[in-house]
């Protein structure tokens, strides 16, 4: 087992995890982010399904949407599926002047998928 020191332990490489750990790191902040699974199962799964325009300004003021830029797909609604049914979401009514939601998920996940 490796031992660390860090002013900041975040527990969980999801989405808010990975954020939060940039955004410190960004400050000045040390921190260390844990996660139980190793990196090519983090990276090769999807834990935003879509991200409200809101979030993608936060994410390109701090540098962190090169990724989502190249790879993200903007679309305006989403159907989620379920075992009580589906439910279609309509993205593009985010706000006056906001993009529709961007959207970059692996071929193999489930769940919502853009129309």
Do not use: W, Y
Request: aromatic share 2%; net charge positive.
């Amino acid at each position: 087992m490796t031992t660390a020191q860090a002013g900041v332990v975040i527990v969980g490489a999801g989405p808010a995890g990975l954020v939060l750990g940039n955004l410190l790191l960004d400050r000045g902040v040390d921190c260390v982010i844990l996660e139980r699974r190793d990196r090519a199962a983090v990276e090769g799964r999807s834990r935003a399904g879509h991200l409200a325009a809101h979030s993608v300004r936060v994410l390109t003021e701090h540098g962190l949407a090169g990724g989502l830029s190249a790879r993200g797909k903007t679309h305006t609604t989403c159907l989620f599926h379920s075992d009580r049914g589906e439910f279609t979401l309509d993205c593009g009514r985010s706000g006056p002047g906001e993009p529709g939601l961007p959207h970059g998920r692996p071929a193999n996940s489930s769940g919502a998928r853009p129309m």
